[in-house]
């Protein structure tokens, strides 16, 4: 088939590898819930000078309830990088009077320090970039802007982690084995030193957990060595079935 005919389909594939269509509605009930809480909390809290939401929560949302598995998603990557790039954001902004470069600046900067911080979150980016653009809104009144940042994102975390006891996802996440099937610590013939030189050799980064690896490729151990027993134990007939009907024959002959 012409790779232009098969683009229709690849377009509305989803690319996150386990998506399903349950995952995603209620993934849409979870952003549902955290964010309208987290809304009305804070517009209650706050006054009316002070922002209820900021929009990088928005991108949080996302990651929280649709790739609770994400290390991105995590409790400390969603505050930490939050609240840490919007610090540094503000930082930028009162240090540099060219906007696009105290943009450029911000952003950079938040995505080195939530690298050092180990608390990578894309939305933080977001999170740099707001206190660069709203600057002059709230220029001598930083807190009104962090508060914001600090609040949305430890209510949507508490909001998740309460959520996802009922969603079927674990949160914070751990790499756990599949309920009722037994595997090995680490996959069949392979290491995690295996697994961390071939992550090396790569020179790329994944969102995926060490942890989560080892527990796929066991996972798919168990599947391949489950295929190949059905494989092995259908050759073992066939190979069966011709001896007898070589056997028939070589009876029909002597009679």
Same mark, same amino acid.
């Given at each position: 088939?012409?790779?232009?005919?098969?683009?229709? =389909?690849?377009?509305?594939?989803?690319?996150?590898?386990?998506?399903?269509?349950?995952?995603?509605?209620?993934?849409?009930?979870?952003?549902?819930?955290?964010?309208?809480?987290?809304?009305?909390?804070?517009?209650?809290?706050?006054?009316?000078?002070?922002?209820?939401?900021?929009?990088?929560?928005?991108?949080?949302?996302?990651?929280? %309830?649709?790739?609770?598995?994400?290390?991105?998603?995590?409790?400390?990557?969603?505050?930490?990088?939050?609240?840490?790039?919007?610090?540094?954001?503000?930082?930028?902004?009162?240090?540099?009077?060219?906007?696009?470069?105290?943009?450029?600046?911000?952003?950079?900067?938040?995505?080195?320090?939530?690298?050092?911080?180990?608390?990578?979150?894309?939305?933080?980016?977001?999170?740099?970039?707001?206190?660069?653009?709203?600057?002059?809104? %709230?220029?001598?009144?930083?807190?009104?802007?962090?508060?914001?940042?600090?609040?949305?994102?430890?209510?949507?975390?508490?909001?998740?982690?309460?959520?996802?006891?009922?969603?079927?996802?674990?949160?914070?996440?751990?790499?756990?084995?599949?309920?009722? =099937?037994?595997?090995?610590?680490?996959?069949?013939?392979?290491?995690?030193?295996?697994?961390?030189?071939?992550?090396?050799?790569?020179?790329?980064?994944?969102?995926?957990?060490?942890?989560?690896?080892?527990?796929?490729?066991?996972?798919?151990?168990?599947?391949?060595?489950?295929?190949?027993?059905?494989?092995?134990?259908?050759?073992?007939?066939? =190979?069966?079935?011709?001896?007898?009907?070589?056997?028939? =024959?070589?009876?029909?002959?002597?009679?």
């Amino acid at each position: 088939m012409p790779r232009w005919k098969s683009l229709p =389909k690849s377009l509305f594939t989803p690319l996150l590898a386990g998506a399903s269509l349950r995952d995603r509605v209620i993934a849409s009930f979870g952003a549902l819930a955290g964010i309208g809480i987290a809304g009305w909390i804070c517009a209650t809290l706050f006054p009316v000078s002070m922002p209820w939401l900021i929009a990088p929560i928005g991108a949080s949302a996302v990651l929280l %309830f649709a790739v609770p598995a994400s290390p991105l998603a995590q409790p400390w990557s969603i505050v930490g990088g939050n609240f840490l790039s919007a610090v540094f954001g503000v930082v930028v902004a009162q240090a540099v009077s060219e906007p696009a470069l105290a943009a450029a600046l911000a952003v950079s900067t938040a995505i080195l320090v939530m690298s050092l911080l180990r608390c990578l979150h894309p939305p933080g980016g977001a999170a740099a970039l707001s206190a660069v653009l709203g600057w002059q809104g %709230f220029a001598g009144h930083a807190a009104d802007y962090l508060v914001p940042v600090l609040l949305n994102s430890l209510i949507l975390v508490a909001i998740g982690m309460f959520f996802h006891r009922f969603s079927g996802h674990s949160y914070p996440h751990r790499a756990r084995p599949v309920d009722g =099937k037994t595997v090995t610590p680490e996959p069949v013939g392979l290491l995690m030193d295996d697994i961390d030189g071939a992550l090396a050799d790569l020179g790329e980064t994944f969102d995926i957990s060490r942890e989560d690896l080892a527990l796929l490729l066991t996972r798919a151990e168990v599947h391949a060595a489950a295929r190949l027993a059905k494989v092995q134990l259908a050759a073992a007939g066939n =190979k069966m079935a011709a001896g007898n009907d070589a056997e028939r =024959k070589r009876a029909r002959a002597r009679l």
